[in-house]
């Protein structure tokens, strides 16, 4: 095998530190995905976790509860259409 070969072979996904800006970033669409009017939250194409997700966040009041249920939001999140989402937000800018 040469050297090239058993690079791939080690490859084992991506770093930890890519999952993480990863993670971030699907947290700060959450947040941006949080903060909108209702109205134009019913145009974007969210399940009903997200909607509910989304709807506790509008009932907490406490800053740390609200960055903590931020940290759900992200996790729900990674099961959403992020790029359907994403465009549907472009467009409704």
């Known amino acids: 095998m040469t050297d090239i070969e058993e690079e ?12 993480k800006r990863e993670m971030h ?8 995905i949080c903060e909108l ?3 134009q939250l019913s145009k ?14 509008h009932r907490i009041k406490k800053n740390e ?9 992200g996790r729900v999140m990674r ?3 992020t790029e359907s989402i994403q465009l549907a937000l472009d467009k409704s800018d």
Do not use: C, N
């Open 25 to 32: 970033a699907l947290q700060a669409l959450g947040q941006k």
């Open 65 to 73: 509860a609200k960055r903590r249920h931020l940290q759900y939001v």
């Open 79 to 81: 099961t959403e259409d």
């Open 8 to 19: 791939f072979e080690e490859y084992s996904g991506p770093s930890k530190s890519q999952v």
């Open 44 to 57: 974007l194409p969210l399940s009903d976790i997200m909607m509910k997700a989304v709807e506790e966040w």
């Open 37 to 39: 009017p209702k109205k």
